[in-house]
């Protein structure tokens, strides 16, 4: 490997960590209002985020199966679910607009708004 191959190495990882930093702020940067759960497309509950003042649990027990969902006073995780693969578990705690969870086996999604935004354009 030349100098100038470990050149173009560190130019490309630079900027790629760049552009990952950029997206992460431009599109996920400003904090949550609320938190929406959909069980199977359908709204299951809706929670402001300056109205929970503790930690609170929300269990989902439907046919698909089960989660338990944490919330607390700016960020929501999911600590417990029964499909098979657990993504949403190692999914983590989300706490800005825009991120979602989501639980396919069991169809729910967690989803955080911000405030709201203009249409920059609509499809047909």
């Given at each position: 490997?030349?100098?100038?191959?470990?050149?173009?190495?560190?130019?490309?990882?630079?900027?790629?960590?760049?552009?990952?930093?950029?997206?992460?702020?431009?599109?996920?940067?400003?904090?949550?209002?609320?938190?929406?759960?959909?069980?199977?497309?359908?709204?299951?509950?809706?929670y402001?985020?300056?109205?929970?003042?503790?930690?609170?649990?929300?269990?989902?027990r439907?046919?698909?199966?089960?989660?338990?969902?944490?919330?607390?006073?700016?960020?929501?995780?999911?600590?417990?679910?029964?499909?098979?693969?657990?993504?949403?578990?190692?999914?983590?705690?989300?706490?800005?607009?825009?991120?979602?969870?989501?639980?396919?086996?069991?169809?729910?999604?967690?989803?955080?708004?911000?405030?709201?935004?203009?249409?920059?354009?609509?499809?047909?």
């Amino acid at each position: 490997m030349t100098k100038g191959d470990k050149i173009i190495i560190v130019l490309v990882m630079g900027i790629s960590f760049i552009s990952m930093f950029l997206v992460n702020t431009l599109f996920y940067g400003t904090a949550g209002k609320s938190i929406v759960i959909e069980v199977d497309g359908e709204l299951y509950a809706k929670y402001n985020f300056n109205e929970i003042t503790s930690a609170k649990h929300v269990e989902i027990r439907t046919q698909y199966g089960y989660n338990k969902i944490e919330i607390e006073s700016n960020r929501v995780r999911v600590v417990e679910a029964d499909c098979p693969d657990q993504l949403d578990v190692l999914a983590g705690w989300i706490d800005k607009a825009n991120q979602m969870i989501v639980c396919l086996p069991n169809r729910v999604v967690i989803r955080i708004e911000g405030e709201a935004e203009e249409l920059d354009g609509v499809a047909y």
